[in-house]
């Protein structure tokens, strides 16, 4: 299939999912905006560009921001590292799923409540804690970077999407008080590459998303930038994009009653084996020329 007719097909597949706990929450955070000190923005480092809320501004105004690069571990750093470059002056603090990096994100957090602290007390006010709230897309994190944060499991986590529905307050330690908040997407995803994207590593409810579309889409953007990676996955000596479900299904065993191809357990296992990391490190996002 020539890239025209992949480009057409996506065009009709519009992503855009926008549930009402999001927008709720948009309208809270800037209700008690006045009450934070810092904001912690998750991204999901596979997606840097993708998972970043780009109107986030608008709702955080001037307050101090961390930018949490969360799964590093999982990404290609070479392309990662480029997008974050490119994101100027931000503190990032770079975490894993193992070797989670929790005390540098404590430690940039005190540099921001040290200063706030000693402009108070010019003030002839009293030290506090630090009120920190947590922003990001949908499944980039959030939950499993509290529970580290906390060191115990205080919100519930999930490999989907809209787990935490609503706002609250969780003491991190006697320095830094935590509200978490639902994920939060921007109305209308007007970048439907970006849409995709966020659709394959989980930050659009699968239930919305037409499983072969998905699919298609995942397998292009591997031939396309890991190309070695997709083929070593499925055991493929060539990539035809004509053919490539049925050759992933005979390579796998994914078919049914009299050898055809089950389709619905390909586009199934393509959605698993990324979201599992089963193509080892991965970036879907880059910058543009």
Request: net charge positive.
């Amino acid at each position: 299939m020539n890239n025209t007719n992949e480009n057409a097909r996506l065009d009709k597949t519009v992503i855009n999912w926008f549930p009402g706990h999001m927008a709720k929450a948009k309208r809270e955070l800037k209700e008690m905006m006045p009450l934070i000190d810092i904001v912690y923005e998750v991204i999901d480092a596979r997606m840097p560009i993708s998972s970043k809320v780009y109107d986030i501004d608008d709702i955080i105004k001037d307050k101090p921001k961390i930018l949490v690069i969360s799964k590093y571990d999982l990404c290609d750093k070479k392309e990662t590292n480029r997008i974050l470059e490119s994101y100027g002056n931000y503190t990032i603090v770079k975490c894993d799923l193992l070797n989670d990096n929790i005390q540098n994100l404590i430690n940039e957090t005190k540099k921001i409540s040290d200063k706030m602290n000693d402009d108070r007390l010019k003030k002839g006010m009293k030290k506090r804690k630090a009120r920190v709230v947590v922003i990001g897309a949908p499944n980039v994190g959030k939950s499993t970077l509290i529970n580290k944060l906390v060191g115990k499991k205080v919100v519930q986590t999930g490999n989907t999407p809209g787990v935490t529905k609503s706002l609250g307050w969780i003491r991190i330690n006697n320095d830094i008080e935590l509200m978490d908040s639902p994920g939060i997407l921007w109305p209308k995803l007007e970048n439907q590459e970006n849409a995709h994207i966020l659709a394959s590593f989980s930050s659009i409810k699968e239930e919305i998303l037409d499983k072969e579309d998905l699919s298609r889409f995942i397998i292009n953007k591997l031939e396309e930038l890991y190309q070695e990676k997709l083929k070593e996955r499925y055991k493929l000596d060539i990539i035809d994009k004509e053919t490539i479900f049925d050759d992933i299904a005979k390579k796998r065993g994914l078919l049914a009653k009299g050898g055809v191809t089950d389709y619905e357990k390909v586009y199934n296992t393509i959605i698993k084996d990324l979201k599992d990391g089963a193509f080892g490190n991965i970036t879907f996002d880059r910058l543009e020329n």
